[in-house]
């Protein structure tokens, strides 16, 4: 599945960002806490923030902050990608 939104990331050009992160929430890092369920990526900027499961939801917040549209899973093994505009995977 996609949407407009990710035409940009299918073309033969584009590049996916580097992670500001490798093994955490930037933002939660940034806070001092430690919990976070399962990571995501935004394929915009790189930002590695937590789901929704966890306590304070950073991935979401950072799409609604920056308008970015789209992540993936920053999880190993794990390849799916989320629109928030969209409300679907990609």
Do not use: N
Not at 61 to 67: S, W
């Amino acid at each position: 599945m996609s949407c407009q939104h990710t035409e940009a990331l299918d073309a033969e050009h584009w590049r996916e960002p580097r992670p500001d992160a490798t093994d955490e929430c930037y933002d939660c890092a940034a806070a001092g806490e430690s919990v976070w369920a399962h990571l995501r990526m935004c394929l915009t900027c790189g930002h590695v923030a937590c789901c929704d499961s966890s306590p304070f939801r950073h991935a979401t917040l950072h799409a609604k902050e920056t308008g970015h549209p789209v992540m993936r899973s920053f999880e190993p093994g794990e390849s799916w990608r989320w629109c928030y505009l969209d409300e679907s995977i990609v």
